[in-house]
């Protein structure tokens, strides 16, 4: 098959699609900047106020309200998908009836979550979690709240996935710096008021979504002209939203297990402060993963739009194309951050967990291999055909679980479970470009070629200049600054000397060149 570099570079420069991803990526870089910001330093100080053990107990709270909340994610990757394939087809009629019923089956998915949660959840929390005694009270409260923000959060779905298919950014972008900053003002409010601090933050967060849940519901209503939820059902457009998700749930939940499953394994084995460094782990793993995750959200609803519109090539251009730049932007910024881990964490926070650096640093280098499931994942939900993917990704989650449970039980480390994980997610990748060029003949040599292969040279070449500078720099400030740069520097270098294509270099060229003269222009 021939190489995408000259597919790449006439998309980019004749499609307004790339305009817009462009444009939609820029508004959610500033979101990202601003939220990653207070999100750390939130971190840090709910840490600090709360002190370990609450702030463990908080982690594994969130984690059994989330193993109920694999039904809202999957739900809403599912009507993402329909609403994006509608706008393709420009089908207006078709979207509404989608809407109307994506909101119904949230409201039914609602009641069923809240039920479940009210019995399996509960029998979880009093029988096998390992929370202190004298805190188990404070620990149903956060748990009641914490389901009803969970609530709040199905119930928002469908408007959210409204305003990600339409690619209004700007919007999405808004609104998130509004609900970071009441996040950050009830962090503020925490250190100041009385009372138990672990229930009233509780309180609080549920607060905050409730006002953001009015927000979107709002706007969707004034913006999308002839979009609006209306009393309707359609049992075989039922079916066919259901028979989707179906499968996703399956995906999901697996999913759950893998991750919010293995903080309750934690809990069992080791108690409340191991949860608190895995919680510190992943709000670095938030932090370094909103780089890509922001990229791919402005991506995807343009792979979906374009298998609705049957433009094949295109699509595959942009797949390959988003899953290089994703790892790019991951091990930008993941990498500096694995070689300086325990002085970021000593930083940023009064308190460092014991186990949180090392389990910070296998979370960063797992996500160097899921960061490529993005663009694959969008490919599979833009064709509909999900039963062997997610067959296969359940797989893959479940014997994660399971064998993290056996080395557990068998006295190995707490840090085995991220082990486990890391290679999970490199067999898991194989395995889903595997189903995908069974399913709709992806091409599988092409994306090794144009992405394996090139973003593998990149790693290789870039890692030995940091690694020299951090074993012979002395002082912790000139330390990372100088690893900082080392780091970003090679690997920029190496990414535009062999990372990218000929095409893709010259687009870059291009673009740089047509900013220069407009900012000459300006000024003259």
């Known amino acids: 098959m021939a190489s995408s570099g000259p597919r790449v570079i006439e998309y980019m420069t004749s499609s307004e699609n790339n305009k817009r991803i462009a444009k939609n990526t820029l508004m959610l870089y500033i979101r990202m900047l601003l939220t990653t910001g207070v999100s750390l330093y939130t971190s840090r100080v709910v840490l600090n106020v709360l002190g370990v053990a609450d702030y463990g107990i908080y982690s594994v709270i969130g984690g059994v309200v989330s193993m109920f909340g694999f039904i809202n994610s999957s739900m809403a990757s599912a009507t993402q998908r329909f609403f994006s394939y509608e706008i393709g087809r420009r089908s207006s009629h078709r979207l509404q009836n989608v809407f109307n019923m994506s909101v119904n089956i949230h409201l039914i998915i609602a009641v069923i979550v809240y039920i479940l949660a009210e019995t399996i959840g509960l029998w979880i929390i009093n029988t096998q979690l390992t929370i202190p005694s004298e805190r188990f009270d404070a620990a149903i409260w956060v748990y009641r709240f914490s389901v009803l923000t969970m609530i709040i959060g199905i119930i928002s779905v469908p408007y959210n996935a409204l305003i990600i ?11 998130g710096i509004v609900e970071v900053s009441l996040k950050l003002l009830i962090v503020l409010m925490l250190q100041w008021l009385g009372y138990d601090k672990l229930k009233l933050y509780s309180v609080l967060v549920f607060m905050v979504a409730l006002i953001i849940r009015l927000v979107y519901g709002i706007y969707c209503k004034i913006s999308f002209n002839g979009i609006s939820f209306r009393m309707y059902w359609d049992r075989r457009l039922f079916l066919k939203l259901f028979s989707h998700v179906g499968w996703m749930l399956f995906g999901t939940s697996s999913n759950v297990l893998s991750g919010q499953g293995l903080n309750v394994l934690l809990n069992v084995f ?162 889903r470009l595997v189903i995908l060029r069974i399913q709709i003949a992806f091409p599988v040599r ?79």
Not at 165 to 175: L, N, S, Y
Not at 361 to 387: N, R
């Open 165 to 175: 298919a339409h690619e209004r950014m700007k919007v999405f972008a808004g609104v």
């Open 270 to 431: 080791f108690g409340v402060t191991v949860n608190a460094a895995r919680g510190i782990a992943y709000s670095l793993h938030g932090a370094v993963n909103s780089f890509v995750s922001n990229f791919m959200m402005a991506v995807n609803p343009q792979i979906i739009k374009n298998f609705a519109k049957k433009d094949f090539e295109q699509m595959y251009d942009l797949v390959l194309t988003s899953s290089k730049l994703s790892f790019y932007l991951m091990f930008l910024i993941g990498f500096p951050v694995l070689l300086l881990t325990e002085t970021i964490l000593k930083w940023w926070l009064n308190i460092v967990p014991e186990h949180a650096v090392v389990f910070s640093q296998l979370v960063i280098l797992d996500m160097f291999f899921s960061v490529l499931f993005g663009p694959i994942s969008a490919v599979s939900q833009a064709t509909g055909k999900i039963k062997y993917y997610q067959l296969t990704v359940s797989f893959g989650f479940l014997l994660t679980f399971i064998l993290t449970y056996v080395l557990f039980k068998l006295g190995f480390q707490p840090y085995w479970a991220f082990i486990v994980s890391i290679v999970m997610s490199l067999m898991g990748l194989i395995a």
């Open 446 to 524: 092409r994306y090794f070629r144009d992405v394996i292969q090139r973003i593998s040279l990149v790693v290789i070449l870039s890692i030995p200049i940091p690694v020299i500078v951090l074993g012979l720099a002395n002082g912790r400030v000139m330390q990372f600054f100088l690893v900082l740069l080392a780091s970003v520097l090679s690997t920029l270098i190496f990414v535009w000397v062999l990372g990218v294509s000929k095409a893709e270099q010259a687009f870059v060229q291009a673009k740089f060149i047509q900013i220069k003269n407009k900012f000459f222009t300006l000024h003259n």
